[in-house]
């Protein structure tokens, strides 16, 4: 395919894909009715559910706003061709390939940091602000902000460079090795995520002995679930926001409550939420999603070894010579529909395992107080109770409320039922 064709298709692909976001989200933003629809009674009072759809409309526009500035200085580089301009630059400047390829992703990263930072201080400060979720103050929010751009250079730098590496000495055989190394750092980073990467942001507690913990240990011994170590994360320290994830393998494995679910719930709601998360680690979701991220990777490093080395895709890009940095970027703007695809069926697949989470906690603990909880939750996040199918579908990675109520199928849930078959 010549350079001018890739150049069309790199336009049309970017175009489309951000068309598309941004009518899902107008489809998601007027499907909400202006009152409170008669099911959720008593998940929240109207007036929760007015300041819900002020909330989402809110970061909808500011969404729109941001995304337009971002399409349109992307758009303007590729259309003008700042991309090859850049590359072409830096290979005067610099002899080697690391000194060009780091240049070039270093000035890039630097200048949507710079871009994005305004937008970040706005939806923290003003728009979480406003709507009684923000407990972060600006210099921890800086903290959190130097902590993830110096982690991502030294993590992303040095799995960039063995990337790079790999491809100039092993050339269109590089993606075998380099899928190695990444499912060795998957595999890590799944193990350790929680000891190594997330205190450098929050501080972890183990859950202290009370009626909580022995509640939680009773349970665990019922369920036959080996408990090693339920933590507490300091998540009221940024946010009112409430959750709990599971995370890990083997003995490292841990569930973490944040302590805001501490202060809002009962403890049969929490035994409940905790057992949902039981539920994941009973049905093998975590090895199951990194089996598949292994083939994703490795199908995807393939398809890429047929275009690193194409020069008309670093012409497409405005280059007058080939450059490995800039036909990476052309390859992840050509796959993006490919990437929607396998997104779509990802977000299915995670709403599966929530199902499956759900049930799990339904038939080990108490269904009520999961379904209680999950209202509550709904209710403090200002959750959006009707979101469009499509919405979801291509966004949702738990399922809306009114579905996971409806599977639960309690007694109060009936009408829930009823709507859904309809």
């Not at 850049?86 to 949507?112: C, H, K, N, P, Y």
């Not at 030294?154 to 000495?169: C, D, E, P, S």
């Amino acid at each position: 395919m010549d350079a001018q064709t890739l150049y069309y298709a790199i336009l049309c692909f970017v175009g489309l894909q951000f068309l598309f976001n941004h009518y899902l989200g107008w489809l998601n933003l007027t499907h909400k009715p202006s009152q409170m629809p008669p099911w959720a009674t008593g998940i929240m009072e109207e007036e929760q559910y007015q300041k819900g759809l002020r909330y989402q409309q809110e970061y909808y526009y500011f969404g729109l706003f941001q995304e337009l500035l971002y399409f349109g200085i992307q758009f303007s580089l590729l259309f003008w061709g700042g991309f090859g301009y850049l590359a072409d630059f830096l290979a005067t400047q610099f002899s080697g390939w690391e000194a060009q390829v780091f240049s070039f992703f270093g000035i890039i990263m630097l200048f949507s940091t710079l871009l994005g930072l305004p937008f970040s201080l706005y939806g923290t400060f003003v728009i979480e602000e406003k709507y009684g979720f923000n407990k972060t103050n600006l210099r921890t929010f800086l903290f959190d902000k130097l902590k993830g751009m110096l982690l991502g250079i030294v993590i992303g730098g040095a799995l960039g460079y063995v990337f790079f590496l790999l491809i100039f000495t092993l050339k269109a055989h590089f993606w075998i090795y380099f899928w190695a190394v990444s499912a060795l750092f998957s595999l890590v980073i799944n193990v350790f995520y929680t000891a190594w990467i997330l205190p450098l942001f929050n501080k972890l507690t183990p859950l202290p002995e009370g009626e909580l913990r022995t509640a939680i240990e009773n349970y665990s011994h019922s369920v036959k679930f080996p408990l090693h170590n339920i933590f507490v994360i300091d998540g009221s320290k940024r946010s009112t926001k409430a959750n709990a994830f599971f995370s890990g393998l083997g003995k490292r494995k841990k569930v973490v409550l944040y302590d805001t679910l501490l202060e809002k719930y009962t403890i049969d709601e929490l035994v409940a939420i905790f057992a949902h998360e039981v539920g994941h680690y009973q049905k093998k979701h975590i090895p199951i999603n990194l089996v598949i991220g292994l083939l994703q990777s490795a199908a995807t490093l393939y398809l890429l070894s047929w275009f690193l080395f194409t020069p008309e895709l670093s012409a497409a890009l405005g280059a007058k010579q080939w450059a490995i940095h800039l036909n990476l970027m052309a390859f992840g703007m050509l796959f993006s529909p490919i990437s929607f695809i396998i997104n779509l069926g990802e977000n299915y697949l995670s709403r599966v395992f929530e199902f499956q989470a759900d049930a799990y906690a339904k038939a080990t603990a108490n269904g009520e107080a999961l379904a209680t909880a999950l209202k509550k939750l709904s209710t403090d996040n200002l959750s959006n109770l009707t979101p469009h199918p499509w919405y979801v579908a291509f966004h949702y990675s738990h399922p809306p409320l009114a579905q996971r109520l409806a599977a639960l199928r309690l007694p109060e849930s009936s009408n829930l039922v009823t709507h859904y078959a309809s």
